[in-house]
């Protein structure tokens, strides 16, 4: 997935070597390398909202509690939408808070980033839905690529569990896409009670349940009744609601509603 930063996406692909679909690479991460867990310390890694609500699942937190423990909330730069940023420990090491004993606490429900290693998944909007580049990060540190498994894009996302990963966090940049050229043709931005109830429908699905139980937000979308009580009931369909609503209340988008039965 593509950073939030414009320069800091374009470095990162220009930096790094092209896989083409098919194409191999020889990798494996195990206790047996040399260096096990080494590469959880010191990360800029980002949250996406489907990251954050699985990584729930292992932490058992509300979401409030969640993100005040583990993350910090800041702004995408140019358009506000707002972002998670895990917090390293505050410690000389920069511990990821999740790696105990080298290993990963919460390896079930690891972020999209932790499950792409070693690869990188780049985005950009394309009719129909997204279109993605892979790229390999061969960094020396890692002994991975010493391995003899051999691996293509297609078995290693299947491997690492990333579809469901992927198609949320497509959603995610989707609309950081959207809003950005939003702002470009109306010079428009998303204003603080916009950016405060993205927040609330990206990052707080449990919040937003209780919150849409007692407003008539799911008025304003055409759902089937059986869409309705997925969304009040199942976090994942709440934060594609999440998605929809607000593709709908910012910008007016209504190609992901699904008809009324
Ligand atoms: S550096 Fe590479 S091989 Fe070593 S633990 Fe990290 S991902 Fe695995
Ligand atoms: S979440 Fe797990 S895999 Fe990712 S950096 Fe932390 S310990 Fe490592």
Known sequence: MTQPDDDKSQQFLNEHEELAPGQGFRFACHAGVSCFGACCSALDLMLTPYDALRLRRSTGQASRDFVHEYADLTAMPGIGLPMLQMHMQDTEAKRCPFSHNNACAVYENRPSACRTYPLGRATRPCPGGVQQQIFVLREAHCKGFAEASQWNTATWMTDQGLDSYNSANDRFMALASDLRQFEQDTGRHMNSQQAGM??????????????????????????????????????????DFGYDWLELSIMGHTEHLQPKS
């Open 198 to 239: 993205s927040g609330l429908a990206l990052y707080q699905p449990d919040d937003f349940q209780r919150f849409l139980v007692g407003s008539h937000l799911m008025d304003r979308l055409d759902m089937t009744d059986a869409r309705r009580e997925d969304v009040l009931h199942d976090e994942e369909a709440c934060l």
